[in-house]
């Protein structure tokens, strides 16, 4: 009897998800990766884009559109996996879609003036939380796709991440806050606000510890810092210098991109943390790094959580960007366009 109990664990749906291709243009393989490319503000369009890492369907630059007739909007911004559908967060558009695992447009969502514009997304317990340019957090059901409530927070909110049933929000300012704000995610209460390093950015969680990337300061004045964020006693602490950063099973994959903005030379350095022993590794996490990964700024940084494999997305702000997937053993797996400008954010299927 347990081994039957054992058996029906093992293929639960959590475990072994099904797509949902209702309405799709095409036959995709069980296996999906989607990146988004956020495109340019008035001269280039996001997109999109379809990958199968085992070779078994062909690239697809704009699967948005393919399947949908339509462009995906203005500003790409982010885009999770929550409960086995897409969402996408669409900048300068206002908008909020929900799409299935064929990129098929399921639902969509337009924030008014005084929410302001969409910024990063977090899937919990059927809900979409949403940070919002008017300082504020959104909580949206996932299914309905109606607004349940929101959270005051500081200015320009940018990252969020949860852990133990409580969001960190990033408050950048625009380079004028220096804070996260902390959040009940059920209650929408707002628990704590710890200052940080200025102008903060992306938020990451593992093992249950916030972690924090910013740029340090105001422009041109960036330090860059990687901050532990303990909400219990609020304490912070910097690990790291990093412009870009992914987890992956309590180790924190960095990266930071030195750019001259005159020539528009970038000098690359890697180097990852592990989160378990608090040992920041200075050494390159990437075997076989191909000089051209070496000294183009790095866009993206993205984990499959399904087998560790790392894509790296760089950028040279005018052409379409390059994706580096590697092993969790940091040899190169392949090099291939990321179909759009500005590679912003992977998703993965299976």
Do not use: H
């Not at 036959?27 to 280039?44: C, D, M, Y």
């Not at 697809?60 to 790409?76: F, H, S, W």
């Not at 970038?266 to 191909?290: A, E, H, I, K």
């Amino acid at each position: 009897m347990l081994a039957i109990a054992l058996a029906f664990t093992a293929c639960s749906k959590d475990d072994d998800p099904k797509p949902n291709d209702d309405g799709t243009k095409l036959t995709l393989p069980a296996s999906r990766v989607f990146i988004l490319n956020e495109g340019k503000q008035g001269t280039k369009l996001p997109t999109i884009t379809f990958y199968a890492p085992n070779k078994d369907a062909s690239f697809i630059a704009n699967i948005y559109k393919m399947q949908n007739g339509k462009e995906l909007g203005n500003t790409g911004q982010d885009m999770i996996l929550y409960e086995d559908n897409i969402y996408v967060s669409v900048y300068e558009s206002g908008l909020l879609l929900k799409l299935n695992t064929a990129g098929v447009e399921q639902k969509r969502l337009s924030f008014s003036k005084e929410d302001g514009q969409p910024r990063y997304l977090l899937g919990y317990e059927g809900k979409i939380y949403v940070t919002l340019y008017s300082g504020k957090v959104a909580k949206i059901d996932a299914e309905t796709f109606t607004i349940e409530g929101y959270a005051t927070v500081g200015a320009n909110p940018e990252g969020i991440a949860i852990a133990n049933g409580f969001l960190c929000v990033a408050n950048s300012g625009w380079g004028k806050d220096n804070t996260v704000t902390i959040i009940d995610a059920r209650t929408m209460l707002v628990t704590n606000t710890i200052t940080v390093a200025t102008n903060p950015e992306k938020v990451i969680v593992s093992e249950n510890q916030f972690f924090v990337q910013g740029y340090g300061g105001a422009y041109p004045n960036y330090t860059y810092p990687v901050q532990r964020v303990d909400i219990s006693t609020g304490a912070v602490k910097t690990i790291a210098k990093a412009t870009n950063f992914c987890e992956y099973r309590g180790t924190i994959y960095m990266v930071y991109s030195d750019t001259d903005w005159k020539t528009k030379k970038t000098t690359n350095t890697f180097s990852s943390y592990d989160v378990r022993t608090g040992t920041l590794n200075s050494s390159n996490f990437l075997n076989d790094m191909p000089d051209a990964l070496g000294s183009t700024s790095v866009y993206m940084m993205s984990v499959n959580p399904n087998n560790g494999d790392i894509y790296i997305g760089t950028s040279d702000y005018e052409n379409n960007g390059d994706i580096y997937r590697f092993g969790r053993n940091g040899k190169l797996i392949e090099k291939f366009s990321s179909g759009g400008l500005n590679p912003k954010k992977a998703v993965f299927f299976n």
